[in-house]
C-alpha cells in the first residue's frame, strides 16, 4: 500500500525555470493539499483541492499553480522559479472535509533548491 | 491565522515531561497533532474535537479548550523516540491550517 507518493524527492532549479511536483495517493481520498515547510515557519498551505477538477488558493499560493485532473493526482507547478521558493514541499491527502475527524496522509517531501 | 504554538523549542531528559501548547486566533472546531522526525514526514497522533474528551496516545495525551481556542499536548516520561518536530493542525472550511511547530529533544 504505497499511500500518498511525491516525485521527485530533490530537485535543483535555476531561477526562472519551471517544474511539476506530482502528488499521487490511492486511497481513493476527496481532499488533497500542497503544503511548504520553511525553517521557523511550520507548514504552509498553498494550495488544496476538495474533488476532482477542484482547485482553490491556501495561505501562500503566489507563485505556484495546482491541477486536479485526476482524483488521484494532484499537481503543483512553478512557472517562473524564484530564490524564495526553495523550501520542502509536502503533500496531504484525506478523506473528510477539512480533515474533520480524519487523519491526513502525508508524502515523503520534495526538497526544492532554487540557485 | 496560523495557529501558535509554545515553546518553540524544548530540551528534555529521558522520563521528564513536558506541555506543548497551541493557540488559535480563530473559533476552533477540532485540533489534530502530528509529529514529524527529521527529514521524514509529519505523521498523525490524535484528533481532539469540539466538546469530546481528553485523548490519549502512549503516554502522549492531549487537551482542547473550546473556549480559549486553545489545544495542549501532553508528554509523559519522555522517551528518546518522542523527539521530533509536533503540529498542532486547526480545521478551517474545507482547509487545513497547521500551528509553527514546536521542536522538542529528548536526551539518554
Known amino acids: 500500500n504505497a499511500g500518498v507518493t511525491q516525485t521527485p524527492k530533490f530537485r535543483v532549479l535555476k531561477t526562472g525555470q519551471s517544474m511539476t511536483l506530482l502528488c499521487a495517493q490511492d486511497?481513493?481520498?476527496?481532499?488533497m493539499y500542497w503544503y511548504r515547510q520553511d525553517p521557523g515557519m511550520g507548514l504552509r498551505l498553498i494550495h488544496y483541492?476538495?474533488?476532482?477538477?477542484?482547485?482553490a488558493k491556501g495561505e501562500v499560493p503566489d507563485g505556484y499553480n495546482v491541477s486536479r485532473l485526476k482524483k488521484q493526482n494532484f499537481l503543483l507547478g512553478l512557472e517562473s522559479a524564484a530564490p524564495s521558493q526553495t523550501s520542502v514541499y509536502f503533500c496531504?491527502?484525506?478523506?473528510?472535509?477539512?480533515?474533520?475527524?480524519?487523519?491526513?496522509?502525508f508524502g515523503q517531501g520534495t526538497r526544492l533548491t532554487v540557485v | 491565522q496560523q495557529p501558535v504554538q509554545s515553546p518553540q523549542a524544548v530540551i528534555l531528559r529521558e522520563g521528564e515531561d513536558a506541555v506543548i501548547n497551541c493557540s488559535s486566533s480563530?473559533?476552533?472546531?477540532?485540533v489534530h497533532w502530528y509529529r514529524q522526525k527529521h527529514g521524514e514526514a509529519p505523521v498523525f497522533l490524535m484528533i481532539?474535537?469540539?466538546?469530546?474528551e481528553q485523548k490519549g496516545h502512549d503516554k502522549i495525551s492531549a487537551s482542547f479548550n473550546e473556549k480559549k481556542q486553545q489545544s495542549s499536548l501532553y508528554l509523559t516520561a519522555s522517551q528518546l523516540s518522542y523527539s521530533g518536530t509536533y503540529f498542532c493542525?486547526?480545521?478551517?472550511?474545507?482547509?487545513?491550517?497547521f500551528g509553527t511547530g514546536t521542536r522538542l529533544k529528548v536526551l539518554a
Open positions: 496531504a491527502s484525506s478523506q473528510g472535509a477539512g480533515w474533520g475527524n480524519t487523519e491526513a496522509f
Open positions: 483541492s476538495v474533488g476532482e477538477g477542484t482547485t
Open positions: 493542525g486547526t480545521q478551517g472550511t474545507y482547509k487545513y491550517i
Open positions: 486511497m481513493n481520498h476527496e481532499y
Open positions: 481532539l474535537l469540539k466538546g469530546g
Open positions: 480563530k473559533a476552533l472546531y477540532s
